[in-house]
């Protein structure tokens, strides 16, 4: 054998033991589970005594059930709005905070990501704190206004507000990091760049649908899947503020799995929720590789 075959050689056997520990845990921590959750949706188990198999029975079980077809719903409508309401105010703010720099601007960076910090119990308490229809913020400054209609609602207790107020906290909470990330973005883009589009007249939000739109396009589309991927897996907002209530009104499918692992103690239905929630995660994320490879070969 050459020099130079056993030097590659004892390269990539010092490259293969680097890289054992990180296969091993990722086997361990992540392909195990995801393997040993597929093999438990098919199963009957409480987590007490042997599991038997029972087909499909679990899937059967939760498509036929109003609470998770409720819990599906509200997560692929959780995820719209998301798209529709967080993601374009991110882009606003970034840009504006990009485009008015002065002292103000650089201390809201900090204030816009203090919330994405923040533990979840802090924020649903925050939120139960301002939409309590009794003691909250916002029913005792309505009464100080004498806007007694809006002291009425009750925005946590009603089923048909439920939903937007533990959207509107989550808008708060989790448009922070979107702004941080297209703030680094847009500050990449060279200065020359910018100059040129001002010297054509293409300055301000001119600049922005013009300029920066396209040439953010690809983080948008991250920030895009990342956020349809986060409303799949929702849980501890809505339960910290509501616990899926009142009745329905705001059962993500976390919420579902976990009542259904930890309180009915129904185990095969919890993993057939949690497969669920992988395979959509799943296709959604090929999806969007998919459309930014189409993307770069059409450029």
């Given at each position: 054998?050459?020099?130079?075959?056993?030097?590659?050689?004892?390269?990539?056997?010092?490259?293969?033991?680097?890289?054992?520990?990180?296969?091993?845990?990722?086997?361990?921590?992540?392909?195990?589970?995801?393997?040993?959750?597929?093999?438990?949706?098919?199963?009957?188990?409480?987590?007490?005594?042997?599991?038997?198999?029972?087909?499909?029975?679990?899937?059967?079980?939760?498509?036929?059930?109003?609470?998770?077809?409720?819990?599906?719903?509200?997560?692929?409508?959780?995820?719209?709005?998301?798209?529709?309401?967080?993601?374009?105010?991110?882009?606003?703010?970034?840009?504006?905070?990009?485009?008015?720099?002065?002292?103000?601007t650089k201390s809201l960076r900090a204030v816009y990501y203090l919330a994405n910090i923040l533990p979840s119990t802090i924020t649903a308490m925050l939120g139960i704190f301002v939409f309590s229809n009794t003691n909250g913020v916002l029913a005792a400054l309505a009464r100080k206004i004498s806007w007694t209609w809006l002291a009425k609602l009750d925005f946590i207790g009603d089923p048909t507000l439920a939903f937007w107020a533990v959207f509107f906290v989550a808008t708060w909470m989790y448009t922070g990091f979107p702004i941080i990330y297209?703030?680094?973005?847009?500050?990449?883009?060279?200065?020359?760049?910018?100059?040129?589009?001002?010297?054509?007249?293409?300055?301000?939000?001119?600049?922005?649908?013009?300029?920066?739109?396209?040439?953010?396009?690809?983080?948008?589309?991250?920030?895009?899947?990342?956020?349809?991927?986060?409303?799949?897996?929702?849980?501890?907002?809505?339960?910290?503020?509501?616990?899926?209530?009142?009745?329905?009104?705001?059962?993500?499918?976390?919420?579902?799995?976990?009542?259904?692992?930890?309180?009915?103690?129904?185990?095969?239905?919890?993993?057939?929720?949690?497969?669920?929630?992988?395979?959509?995660?799943?296709?959604?994320?090929?999806?969007?590789?998919?459309?930014?490879?189409?993307?770069?070969?059409?450029?």
């Amino acid at each position: 054998m050459s020099e130079i075959a056993r030097t590659a050689r004892g390269r990539a056997v010092f490259i293969s033991l680097m890289l054992l520990p990180a296969v091993a845990a990722l086997g361990v921590f992540m392909y195990y589970p995801i393997e040993e959750t597929f093999r438990l949706s098919f199963m009957r188990s409480s987590g007490l005594g042997d599991a038997a198999f029972n087909g499909l029975a679990n899937y059967q079980f939760l498509f036929g059930n109003d609470e998770f077809r409720a819990g599906l719903a509200h997560v692929f409508l959780w995820a719209f709005w998301s798209l529709v309401i967080q993601l374009p105010l991110a882009f606003f703010v970034s840009y504006s905070l990009i485009l008015y720099r002065n002292r103000i601007t650089k201390s809201l960076r900090a204030v816009y990501y203090l919330a994405n910090i923040l533990p979840s119990t802090i924020t649903a308490m925050l939120g139960i704190f301002v939409f309590s229809n009794t003691n909250g913020v916002l029913a005792a400054l309505a009464r100080k206004i004498s806007w007694t209609w809006l002291a009425k609602l009750d925005f946590i207790g009603d089923p048909t507000l439920a939903f937007w107020a533990v959207f509107f906290v989550a808008t708060w909470m989790y448009t922070g990091f979107p702004i941080i990330y297209l703030m680094a973005r847009m500050e990449q883009i060279p200065l020359e760049i910018r100059e040129a589009a001002e010297l054509d007249g293409a300055g301000g939000w001119r600049y922005a649908r013009a300029i920066v739109l396209p040439m953010i396009s690809y983080p948008l589309r991250i920030l895009a899947v990342l956020m349809i991927v986060g409303s799949l897996k929702l849980f501890d907002l809505p339960y910290l503020m509501t616990k899926g209530g009142p009745g329905d009104a705001t059962k993500t499918l976390g919420i579902i799995l976990y009542n259904q692992g930890f309180v009915n103690w129904q185990y095969g239905s919890a993993a057939a929720v949690g497969v669920v929630i992988f395979l959509l995660s799943l296709v959604f994320t090929i999806a969007q590789f998919s459309w930014q490879r189409k993307g770069g070969e059409a450029e």
